[in-house]
């Protein structure tokens, strides 16, 4: 029977994850305000395109909507690559994973202007560059391991 050992930089890890979570309660108390301020009752998801075009706050509404429907569409396939690596490779995890948070703060920001084309920020574009280099590197690791193991 074989043991695992936990990288000693482990611990690490739990920035991003405290910050991942963060960025929800973020995204969350803007939606609140955002539905308050335009008046959409509960359980509209969205107000309809011609709502929206007409009425400012509405817009806005959707947008900050949006922005965290966004996030919780894609955090699942971050925060797995993220644990997978992290055993592995905790510092490059973590700062590729801190980039994707820091990242999704700035979309989150710019989306809530009721502009949609301000989510685009250019910290926002490079955190892509996280995403992939989470990807890849996770890719990479489970290759090697795999071979490893069955050879």
Not at 29 to 40: H, L
Not at 51 to 61: G, L, Q, R, S, V
Not at 92 to 108: N, Q
């Amino acid at each position: 029977m074989s043991t695992f050992v936990l990288p000693p930089a482990f611990p690490i890890v739990g920035l991003p994850l405290v910050g991942a979570f963060a960025l929800n309660l973020f995204q969350q108390t803007r939606v609140m305000s955002a539905r308050k301020e335009a008046g959409v009752k509960y359980p509209t998801l969205y107000v309809s395109e011609a709502e929206a075009n007409a009425d400012p706050k509405k817009m806005k509404f959707n947008c900050v909507q949006r922005a965290h429907g966004n996030t919780i569409e894609n955090i699942p396939y971050m925060l797995a690559l993220f644990g997978f690596l992290s055993v592995f490779h905790p510092k490059l995890a973590t700062i590729f994973m801190s980039h994707l948070v820091i990242g999704r703060f700035s979309y989150t920001i710019g989306y809530s202007s009721g502009n949609p084309l301000g989510r685009m920020s250019l910290i926002y574009k490079s955190s892509y560059l996280s995403l992939f280099g989470l990807f890849l590197t996770s890719a990479y690791v489970a290759v090697v391991k795999s071979i490893e193991i069955l050879l």
